[in-house]
């Protein structure tokens, strides 16, 4: 999608509401898969957010003197969805603006889940989604073009059947092929058709009429390479078969000179005349035994092409400990696809560029996201980097990219400018500078005035303060509207892209707006309330127009990487500007900075700095930090000409000097907290992994919220940090809330990364009163232990043994590989003390013989006494770090 950097009334882009949870929120890297196609289109905005709540003032008066009755103000989502579930659990939603300029799909994976493979096209605006990483094949998932207005439904043909039509059956390798997708398009209009099959269905056959075809089959099996078969066929007079031939397809992708480079994830799609197009997407490393090549069959067809986008990164990265370079490549292969569909690239013709991450506080990592620009479709992939420092981009130059960034699960994210780089080092950019704020620059925020009705929007609270646009789908948002004095209209605890429509009358005047986004989440210490009070004019327009608001950019300098001060003074610079559509008086757009405060301790008191005049919309503060704070608050004011006014006030916008305490406020306590059943949390070479942790939050007042996550290391500079889903507190009296929070889908190899992140893990967690005046935030309110998954094994000879000669019992102690660079899951596990057991046959219970001492390979190896027939095995008790086992039962006859 292009960038907005202005105001223009009809050209703003809006994210729409989705449900469900992100599974990189929960973990897992790259969880989050969105796709972009401009032939996709947006539909009806089914997707809301739970308790959401919009009232007005009985009574209230508008500027044309007309009362308004309570309820008549609605929350809603502030632009088109459209979307469905997919037969396995996961979450599709189309988002966009339906301006011809873009959408996105965004697939949520859902319980039992991770980020796999997908199967995706893309006919007639039409879009189809498969998981196809899985046992059995399941049903696709279809989600009409907007303009047929039909309610997401199994598969249906974007063209009818001609009255003279003949069956075409469709196979590969001369079988049906359960689970398979098929795309058909007439090659002289490149109208579309399509089939699925699954184990139900598995004969795959379309009547068409006469005609010249061009054919795809997505082919994908459990622990398998995915196939772009490709077929041209004609349909005379009769019927007839087209057989998809896997022998005759190539390995595709793209390779580079770097030895340490692996693929991180990756797309691999064709695209056909008029938007049409159907591929893969997802997949990578493979940590869990799938096999993630594509192959595709070599061909020739004008105005088709095979696309091609690939991730990189250091073999052995992972969540927690990101890849120091990033390789972003792009190939079409255009009209031809050659029979080796290799593209080899050579970095020293790359584009080069260093983005450097600031952390939010929190040392996790952050996810980057990248689509190529194509024209007509395109798919963002991402990888994990390091927050708190920076990557360097390999990036195929000329190729136009957009982009996107994100914290944990994509709940907070930013919107990136597109980019083009030139082959050779380009400049640098950074991201997640605080203060996170509202962005005047944002390409999605504005509040509006269309008659008598004002749709108050103001969704990118927390963008960064290079003014990339950014939102947080876990904050609270509460509008506030008056005039005059009097509330017009007021909303609470709305998701963050939620619109309020206020009628206010046709007349004009001076309006307040008060605009406040809260949030509490484990990836995020900083902006924990973003509140902008407004003063403003409006009149009733015949067309829709920009609120006339006065914004505010902060800059800080002085800051670490982690968006953390010295006990030194750091320099505030605020820019002030007006909102403007074309119907203000330009001399009402001029907007000044009026004052700059600070505060230490979270709004309780206030200090004013000296200004310093930078320029005609800028000023900025010298701020003297102080040794003892642990956060700065900002707060800025600014006006216009016209009587417009703002004051903006963002808590804890930067990290102090001093280490970071427990936080108690008012009487709420935090208490009963268990991980995993009060059992450590073994860690197997299995994505699917999930446990819960429950904890009993209690104020007088009652409980609003809580949350808990998992870190490794010191609070303020963790090693590895495990965040869930967003806690549930569930009310039990008045003044207590039982809350529980699931880690689901962990994936220790692709999350973790590192041998040394196994032992002793905090619980940290918060919890806010009901009355949204006390609160306790918590350091370490309990431990759990993550162990690697041990295996042993044992041998025996020779058998039979005599009575009373010697036995050998062999055997062999390894441990998970967190660290699987060489793609090695379970390693030695040296130097451990491990038992050599007996069960007499015919016996129950094993009894210890002797101790044995694995070497540094995690061999077992001794001798005993043939004494009587039974069983021998080795027994581990396992450590802080590796999960206790026992070995098999080697039976051993004695004579």
Request: charge should be positive.
């Amino acid at each position: 999608m292009p960038p907005i950097r202005n105001h223009r009334a009809g050209s703003r882009r809006h994210r729409a509401t989705t449900t469900g949870i992100a599974l990189a929120g929960t973990v897992v890297l790259s969880a989050t898969t969105l796709f972009s196609g401009t032939g996709i289109g947006t539909g009806t905005s089914w997707a809301a957010d739970a308790g959401a709540t919009a009232t007005t003032s009985a009574g209230a008066t508008t500027s044309a003197g007309a009362t308004t009755s309570a309820g008549a103000t609605t929350a809603t989502t502030a632009s088109g969805t459209r979307g469905a579930e997919l037969a396995t659990g996961e979450r599709v939603d189309v988002v966009g603006d339906g301006a011809g300029s873009g959408s996105n799909i965004r697939i949520t994976p859902g319980p039992g889940r991770t980020m796999d493979r997908y199967a995706f096209a893309s006919t007639d605006g039409e879009v189809s989604v498969r998981p196809v990483d899985v046992r059995r094949p399941v049903a696709t998932t279809e989600i009409p073009a907007a303009a047929n207005g039909k309610a997401a439904t199994a598969s249906a043909p974007a063209v009818s059947a001609a009255a003279s039509t003949y069956t075409v059956k469709m196979k590969v390798d001369g079988e049906n092929s359960p689970g398979s997708l098929f795309r058909i398009w007439d090659r002289k209009t490149w109208a579309s058709y399509s089939i699925n099959t699954d184990n139900e269905h598995p004969s795959a056959s379309k009547k068409l009429p006469p005609g010249d075809y061009f054919s795809v089959a997505q082919v994908s099996r459990w622990k398998e390479p995915a196939y772009l078969l490709v077929r041209t066929f004609k349909v005379t007079t009769a019927a007839l078969t087209v057989d998809f031939e896997t022998k005759k397809a190539k390995e595709t992708g793209i390779r580079t000179d770097e030895s340490t480079a692996v693929l991180d994830t990756s797309t691999a799609w064709i695209s056909v005349p008029g938007g049409g197009f159907a591929g893969f997407v997802g997949g990578g490393r493979s940590y869990d035994g799938m096999n993630r090549k594509v192959y595709v069959t070599p061909f020739s067809q004008a105005g088709v092409s095979l696309r091609l986008h690939e991730v990189q990164v250091k073999k052995g990265s992972a969540d927690s400990a990101p890849s120091p370079y990033r390789y972003d490549l792009t190939h079409f292969f255009k009209d031809t696809v050659p029979a080796s569909p290799v593209k080899q690239v050579r970095t020293a013709n790359l584009a080069k560029t260093v983005t450097a991450v600031r952390a939010p506080g929190t040392g996790r990592s952050g996810y980057l996201y990248s689509a190529p620009r194509t024209g007509d479709d395109g798919v963002y992939i991402g990888s994990a980097v390091p927050l708190g420092g920076s990557v360097t981009e390999y990036v195929t130059p000329g190729i136009a990219y957009s982009r996107m960034f994100q914290y944990d699960g994509g709940d907070h994210s930013t919107q990136l400018p597109a980019r083009t780089l030139k082959a050779g080092t380009s400049a640098g950019e950074t991201l997640g500078a605080a203060p996170f704020q509202p962005s005047p620059l944002s390409d999605y925020s504005g509040s509006t005035r269309r008659g008598a009705t004002i749709q108050l929007y103001e969704p990118d609270a927390f963008s960064d303060a290079e003014g990339h646009g950014a939102y947080d789908s876990r904050a609270k948002v509460s509008y506030r509207l008056g005039f005059r004095g009097e509330t017009i209209a007021e909303a609470k605890d709305l998701g963050a892209l939620k619109t309020l429509n206020a009628p206010v009358g046709s007349g004009s005047g001076m309006y307040e707006l008060v605009h406040t986004a809260d949030r509490k989440v484990p990836y995020s210490r900083l902006s924990t309330q973003v509140r902008s009070e407004w003063a403003f004019a409006s009149t009733a327009m015949r067309s829709s127009g920009d609120l006339p608001l006065v914004d505010t950019a902060l800059t800080v300098s002085g800051l670490d990487a982690r968006n953390t001060a010295k006990a030194a003074p750091v320099t505030v610079t605020a820019t002030a500007s007006t909102r403007t559509n074309g119907y203000n008086d330009p001399y009402d757009d001029v907007s000044t900075v009026t004052g700059i405060e600070y505060s230490t301790d979270d709004g309780a008191n206030w200090h004013g700095l000296p200004l310093q005049q930078t320029g005609d919309s800028a000023a900025s503060a010298t701020l003297p930090v102080p040794a003892s704070a642990s956060f700065v608050s900002l707060r800025v004011t600014a006006g216009n000409a016209a009587g417009g006014s703002v004051r903006r006030t963002v808590t804890r916008a930067f990290m102090g000097p001093a280490p970071q305490a427990d936080q108690t406020v008012g009487k709420t306590t935090i208490s009963k907290v268990v991980i995993n059943g009060g059992k450590p949390l073994t860690l197997h070479n299995d994505p699917l992994q999930s446990f819960t942790a429950r904890f009993t939050a209690t104020d007088p007042s009652g409980i609003a919220d809580g949350d808990l996550y998992l870190y490794r290391g010191a609070y303020n500079k963790p090693d590895g940090v495990l965040t869930g889903w967003p806690a549930t507190c569930k009310r039990t009296n008045a003044t207590t809330s039982a809350c529980e929070v699931t880690f689901a889908y962990l994936d220790p190899v692709a999350s973790l990364g590192r041998n040394a992140l196994a032992g002793t893990w905090k619980a940290a967690a918060f919890a806010r009163a009901a009355d949204g005046q006390s609160l306790t935030d918590r350091q370490s309110v309990a431990t759990v232990q993550l162990r690697r998954h041990s295996r042993a094994t044992v041998a025996a000879t020779p058998k039979p043994v005599k009575k009373g000669k010697t036995l050998t019992v062999t055997g062999k102690l390894s441990v998970l590989n967190l660290e699987n660079a060489n793609y090695t899951h379970y390693v030695g596990h040296g130097g451990q003390s491990v038992k050599l057991q007996f069960r007499k046959k015919g016996g129950t219970e094993y009894t210890n013989v002797k101790t044995v001492k694995a070497d540094s390979a995690g061999k077992l190896k001794t001798t005993v006494k043939g004494s009587a027939t039974g069983h021998w095995r080795f027994s581990y008790a396992g450590s802080s770090i590796a999960s206790a086992v026992n070995s098999s039962g080697a039976y051993v006859v004695v004579k």
